[in-house]
């Protein structure tokens, strides 16, 4: 029935009615916060375009996680910032049983028995030129990322961090195939048990900038747009989640996450399969800059995008905000 008898608003009138009727929750149990992780250098070092996060070193990164899981954050996702003189042109410290990932899972496990912690599956941070795979040179002489080559390398990467503890392993490179040799390599090595969570549809976003900074992985020359998708591309994106649950993911991603609702919501239709948003370091950045500049509420816009995120179909969080969130929800409830 139309108006007068029907009033919308009725249902609005209290925050008991409005909590009773939310359609959507954002909780801390769904949130997984990214972390980096820093083989040498201070303890702590600032990054400048992410204001409150930080490269940690292992003894720090074992604080933070007894630090968040204390708030009700259950995950990590780790990225390696390994050593200048450790990169080279295959990215060989990405799979060391000494490298700086391996050992900060089996710190963090000591620390934090339950914390659930994913890793980074990629080259980019180990690789000297930045890439996200091994380069190859074409008939022309032009130098590409070749696919083959590098998926063979993001296996051995795969199996390294299972065997350190990692709890999930997330490939976020882009080469075609890679899903279906992570899980044929991590198989062979007997982690049968490790679930795959597939960057699936991956952009090459503008949003990435304070990343780049705070991993130091700048391509040296070119870019990433003959791996990562075209941001117009969106049937595309749904074809690269379906052929990734084909290939065996037991769990996708879509990154990045604001500007990227409608794909949320498409994959999700598409595969029903649990999705993670990764809201990544430039939605963090201008959320930041505006508050800081007073042009809004920092807590409510970041708990706004948060819950538009989870409404569009993302069952996981990944955002920077984690730890702020669990505090502001904390503080809600």
Not at 109 to 124: F, G, H, S, W, Y
Not at 313 to 326: F, N, R
Request: aromatic share 6%; net charge negative.
């Amino acid at each position: 029935m139309a108006f007068p008898q029907t009033r919308m608003r009725r249902l609005r009138s209290s925050s008991a009615l409005r909590g009773l009727l939310r359609e959507t929750e954002v909780a801390p149990s769904r949130l997984i916060m990214p972390m980096f992780i820093s083989a040498d250098g201070p303890s702590r070092v600032p990054i400048e375009a992410m204001p409150g996060i930080e490269r940690l070193s292992i003894a720090e990164a074992e604080a933070e996680a007894q630090e968040l899981f204390a708030l009700g954050v259950p995950g990590l996702l780790l990225f390696g910032v390994p050593s200048q003189p450790e990169k080279d042109d295959c990215g060989s410290a990405a799979w060391d049983e000494a490298g700086v990932v391996q050992l900060a899972l089996s710190a963090i496990k000591r620390a934090v028995p339950q914390m659930l912690l994913i890793t980074d599956v990629c080259l980019c941070e180990y690789t000297s030129h930045g890439h996200c795979g091994v380069l190859s040179v074409t008939p022309s002489g032009a130098r590409q990322v070749d696919n083959d080559a590098s998926v063979e390398l993001l296996a051995r990467v795969a199996v390294s961090h299972a065997r350190a503890g990692a709890d999930v392993v997330a490939p976020s490179d882009m080469m075609d195939g890679r899903v279906a040799a992570i899980r044929k390599a991590l198989d062979g090595a007997g982690c049968e048990q490790t679930p795959i969570l597939a960057y699936s549809a991956k952009f090459a976003s503008a949003f990435y900038g304070p990343f780049r900074e705070a991993v130091g992985s700048a391509p040296a020359f070119g870019d990433r747009r003959g791996y990562q998708m075209d941001p117009a591309n969106g049937c595309e994106a749904v074809r690269e989640a379906l052929l990734d649950v084909e290939e065996g993911a037991d769990m996708l991603m879509v990154k990045p996450a604001l500007a990227y609702c409608d794909l949320i919501a498409a994959v999700k239709r598409a595969t029903s399969m649990p999705l993670a948003a990764y809201n990544v370091s430039g939605e963090y950045a201008m959320v930041k800059a505006a508050a800081a500049a007073g042009c809004l509420d920092e807590m409510e816009t970041a708990l706004e995008i948060l819950t538009s995120l989870r409404r569009a179909g993302a069952d996981v969080l990944i955002t920077y905000h984690a730890k702020e969130a669990a505090r502001w929800l904390a503080q809600i409830v």
